[in-house]
């Protein structure tokens, strides 16, 4: 499966798109057109690599890895992984694990020496990243929304 998983790029555009419409309650998602500007604006960022898994040339799964610089543990970067998505008909055939498990390498290469994640407490996702070796045994996550009404 690790096979069919790539960077993804501007071309892949529409199938992020159905994709983040997959992830979002529709509050947060923008139009198509400005879309496209702000998602080859976060492909371009430095340090970050939004992953994606292919099935029949279509992207149906993928994940934003950020590698973060650092001043602790000698400089060495660290991962945080967001927006961790699969379409709904695509769920349990092991594409967002071989995601997962990509930018994992990801971060393995850049010499990262951890990668946080945060999942809702709604969905049932926490089985999944344990299954992975992920654990909340040392952190608490915590979020501070900065949401402006318009």
Do not use: W
């Not at 069919?4 to 501007?10: A, E, F, G, Y």
């Not at 970050?48 to 040339?57: E, F, I, L, N």
């Not at 990262?112 to 990243?129: E, H, P, Q, S």
Request: charged residues 20%; contains cysteine.
């Amino acid at each position: 499966m690790t096979g069919l998983c790539r960077p993804l790029t501007v071309a892949d555009y529409a199938d992020a798109r159905q994709l983040y419409a997959a992830l979002s309650t529709g509050h947060s998602l923008i139009n198509f057109e400005d879309g496209l500007g702000a998602f080859a604006a976060l492909l371009s960022h430095p340090g970050t690599t939004v992953m994606g898994a292919a099935r029949d040339g279509r992207i149906v799964s993928m994940a934003t890895l950020h590698l973060m610089p650092n001043m602790t543990y000698h400089g060495r970067p660290f991962g945080l992984i967001e927006n961790v998505v699969t379409l709904p008909d695509a769920r349990g055939q092991g594409f967002a694990r071989a995601v997962m498990m990509a930018l994992a390498d990801t971060a393995q290469d850049a010499n990262a020496y951890k990668i946080m994640l945060l999942t809702g407490r709604v969905n049932d996702a926490k089985g999944f990243y344990e299954r992975l070796g992920y654990n909340a045994d040392e952190k608490h996550g915590m979020i501070l929304r900065l949401d402006r009404p318009s």
